[in-house]
């Protein structure tokens, strides 16, 4: 620890909780992009409005507490709207084709 001022002390017990809070947040975004990615590489379509539903809700979540920037919530979402419906063309020229 830094000097043995009470101000110092609480502000790195602040940062220290914060940063636990902060990294719970991101991990919890990373898990549902990767959910996300594995489910389109997979075909499974069951699990691709589920899990990107979760994933932009806690994109906004964390944007709105500020552990990411709006517009990098926004950016991600963007793209993978974009991989969804990419997916969802590439499976209805396959469906035509049969």
């Known amino acids: 620890m830094a000097k043995k001022i009470s101000q ?4 790195m017990q602040q940062s220290l909780k914060r940063r636990v809070n902060n990294r719970s947040k991101k991990t919890i975004n990373k898990t549902n992009r990767k959910t ?11 699990l691709i409005i589920p899990s990107f539903q979760s994933l932009q809700s806690s994109l906004d979540r964390s944007a ?11 950016r991600l979402k963007s793209a ?6 990419k997916h969802a063309a ?3 020229n396959e469906q035509r084709a049969i």
Request: net charge positive; no cysteine; charged share 25%.
């Open 36 to 46: 996300l990615t594995h489910a389109l590489q997979g075909n499974q379509q069951e």
């Open 64 to 74: 709105r507490l500020g552990v990411i920037h709006k517009n990098k919530a926004a």
């Open 80 to 85: 993978f709207a974009h991989q969804i419906k």
């Open 90 to 92: 590439a499976l209805e």
């Open 8 to 11: 110092v002390q609480k502000r």
